[in-house]
């Protein structure tokens, strides 16, 4: 809970860019580690390595139209893109917004409006959908994965006519979804497996 006056807390938090932000580090380091050997080398010996000379003479000897440089010019391009746009475009959420009744939440007159006050995490809400299935008739055992728009119900059955449960195991998540105070409530897949 937050003191009177402060700031309210976010929860709901965009992922980290760390996987691109690791590559690009560990690129910069790998060749600023190379250009330091060969400035070292280059002092100690009086010359280049063939090393860092090599590719200095294929470039010289290449022209502007080779079709060796106009795939390297796109490779570099479309990595530079992609890096570019990871670190211009948000994350997707780790989790989903809980909408509480007006009654139940907490510091109410010093809320911002859009922030999250409580959030569920994407593990949570699968774990929670997996335990809904479990408790409908006809179910051996379910697993499910989700994301903030729709949760994949996985179900094991004996049943050979599956398509009443298909109905009471969708019907049955999306209502304990909603009552859980998802808003909004994420699409609901089902997918039954039928095991004699």
């Not at 060796?68 to 570099?76: C, D, R, S």
């Amino acid at each position: 809970m937050s003191r009177p006056g402060a700031p309210p807390v976010v929860l709901r938090r965009r992922p980290s860019r760390s996987v691109p932000a690791t590559i690009c580090a560990a690129v910069l380091l790998a060749l600023g580690i190379a250009l330091v050997w060969s400035g070292l080398l280059r002092l100690t010996a009086g010359s280049w390595p063939d090393a860092f000379t090599a590719p200095l003479r294929w470039l010289a000897e290449t022209s502007w139209d080779d079709p060796a440089v106009w795939t390297i010019g796109a490779a570099v391009a479309a990595a530079g893109l992609i890096l570019l746009l990871a670190g211009l475009l948000p994350g997707r959420y780790h989790d989903v917004e809980v909408q509480l009744p007006p009654a139940d939440k907490p510091d109410a007159e010093h809320a911002v409006e859009g922030d999250a006050g409580v959030v569920m995490s994407r593990r949570a809400l699968a774990q929670l959908a997996a335990a809904t299935c479990e408790h409908i008739d006809g179910v051996s055992s379910a697993s499910a994965t989700a994301t903030d728009r729709e949760v994949r119900v996985v179900v094991d059955t004996a049943l050979h006519d599956t398509r009443d449960l298909n109905h009471w195991v969708g019907d049955g998540v999306r209502s304990r979804l909603a009552a859980s105070g998802l808003a909004p409530v994420p699409r609901v897949k089902v997918y039954i497996r039928s095991r004699d």
